[in-house]
């Protein structure tokens, strides 16, 4: 069983990024504070949920939470400050947009910089130990995984209704054959030596 929070009676928020290891697209980060008493039978190990159990949720973590956001760092920003930095940015601005200002600032992964005078604790593998961090894993994951099928339908050689702008084969071989776009990473290695073993 998840937990509800790491600490009874403060006002906790969990957050989760999206798209860090992709090669095209914006990362996506979302911040969701749940009521303390909340359960879900499905939010357990959002690892383990399916595409459609992650949409079939997504409506139901809106309805329920006691605030959420999402925050958005265009590749171009990503090339600017890195992808750590991005991914961080990214859950900065979803916290900002919060109708609720948390206590604290339950993170997922080991990396975060300070967001004003928050508190926060970075927990490893937290989308399987925390409700909030499950909860804004599957925001960040839809939302993004929303946004790739719109880039699609305007660069459809790449995939990305597939890999939803992750590294695959068929991406990179795409990116070899067809160039880049807009919304390529450029400070990432597109393109993968490795691929001449393909051809």
């Known amino acids: 069983m998840l937990l509800p929070y790491m600490e009874a009676g403060r006002i906790e928020v969990g957050c989760d990024e999206a798209g860090?290891?992709?090669?095209?697209?914006?990362?996506?980060?979302?911040?969701v504070i749940l009521p303390p008493d909340y359960r879900h039978p499905m939010l357990n190990?959002?690892?383990?949920?399916?595409?459609?159990?992650?949409?079939?949720?997504?409506?139901?973590i809106e309805r329920d939470a006691l605030a959420w956001a999402v925050g958005i760092v265009t590749p171009q920003e990503i090339d600017n400050i890195n992808i750590l930095n991005a991914s961080i940015l990214a859950m900065h601005r979803a916290?900002?947009?919060?109708?609720?200002?948390?206590?604290?600032?339950?993170?997922?992964?080991n990396r975060f910089k300070p967001y004003k005078e928050t508190p926060h604790t970075c927990v490893i593998k937290?989308?399987?130990?925390?409700?909030?961090?499950?909860?804004?894993?599957?925001?960040a994951k839809t939302y993004r995984d929303d946004y790739m099928l719109q880039l699609h339908e305007k660069f459809p050689l790449y995939g990305w209704d597939r890999n939803k702008g992750y590294p695959t084969i068929e991406h990179r071989q795409a990116i070899a054959q067809h160039g880049t776009t807009p919304y390529h990473r450029n400070s990432f290695r597109l393109t993968d030596p490795q691929l001449k073993l393909f051809e």
């Open 45 to 60: 190990d959002s690892k383990q949920l399916s595409e459609k159990q992650r949409y079939r949720l997504r409506p139901e």
């Open 126 to 139: 937290g989308d399987g130990k925390y409700l909030s961090i499950a909860a804004a894993s599957i925001l």
């Open 95 to 109: 916290i900002e947009q919060l109708d609720i200002t948390p206590q604290h600032i339950l993170v997922d992964g």
């Open 20 to 31: 860090r290891g992709c090669l095209a697209g914006a990362v996506f980060a979302a911040a």
